[in-house]
C-alpha cells in the first residue's frame, strides 16, 4: 500500500474574483508535504491570484485555504501571522531592499522574528547565501548584482527562517534560459537539503518540467483548473489546451 504525504495546504471549493469578474471558480486541490508543486497555465488564468490568496493577501469570493487541518482563510489576523511564520516566498522582482546589503536583507527576517544574538545572525547569513552560491557577497547592495544573483540572494532571505513551505513567483522571469535552469537546479537542491515544501507559480515548461513533482493548470477560458497532475503526464496525454501550453498539440474548444 502506497502512502501519500499529508497535505501542507488544500483549496476546498476555492472561488476568485475581483468584484464581480470571477477569475478561477470551484478551485480543489491539495499540496502534499515533501514535493514540488507547480501552479501553471496561460496568462491571466489567476496563477498570480492564487499564489496572493495562498499568502491572504487577497481574500476568496468563496471557499476556503488550509493550512494542514487549520482554516487559514477563517483564521484571525494574529493566527494566521503564525501559520504564515512556516513560509518562505521568492517573490519575481526579488524584492530586495536595494539600500541594503546583501548581508542586511537576508538577516531583516531573522532580527524580526527571532531572538537571535547579532553573532548568530551573522553566522545564519552567511550559511543562506553561502547555500545560494554568494558566499563572499555579503556587503554588495543588490544594484550590484546580475538578475540571477539578485534571485538567488532573494532566495536566500527565503529561506533565512528555515520555512517549512516556499513560495516562488516565476523563478525564471526575466532570466535568460542557462540562468533560469541552473535557478530550478538549485531550488532542487534546497529543497533536498531543507526538506522544504515548494509550490512554484511559473508559465516556464522548461522549468515545469524540470523540477515540478506535480502541476495544476488554470485554463482561463473555463475558469477552472482542467488538469493535475505529474508534468510529463499533463504533456503528453492532458487535455488539448494543456498539450497546446506544451506545445504538444493545438487547442480543441
Partial sequence: MVTVPEAVITARSLTMAFGERVVIEDLDFAIRRGEVYVVMGGSGCGKSTLLRHLLGLQEPAAGEVLYGTESFTAASQRERERMLRRVGVLYQGSALWTSMTLAENVALPLQQFTGLPAARIREVVELKLSLVGLHGFEEYF????????????????????????????????????????????????????????????????????????????????????????????????????????????????
Fill in 142 to 253: 543588490p544594484w550590484e548584482l546580475s538578475g540571477g544573483m539578485q534571485k538567488r540572494a532573494g532566495l536566500a532571505r527565503a529561506i533565512a527562517l528555515d520555512p517549512e513551505i516556499l513560495f516562488i513567483d516565476e523563478p525564471s522571469a526575466s532570466l535568460d534560459p542557462p540562468t533560469g535552469r541552473r535557478l530550478d537546479r538549485l531550488i532542487l537542491e534546497l529543497k533536498q537539503a531543507l526538506g522544504t515544501t515548494v509550490v512554484v507559480v511559473t508559465h516556464d515548461v522548461a522549468s515545469i518540467l524540470g523540477i515540478g513533482t506535480r502541476a495544476l493548470f488554470l485554463d482561463a477560458d473555463a475558469k477552472r483548473a482542467i488538469a493535475e497532475g505529474p508534468p510529463a503526464e499533463l504533456r503528453d496525454g492532458g487535455p488539448p489546451q494543456v498539450r497546446a501550453f506544451f506545445g504538444q498539440g493545438l487547442v480543441g474548444h
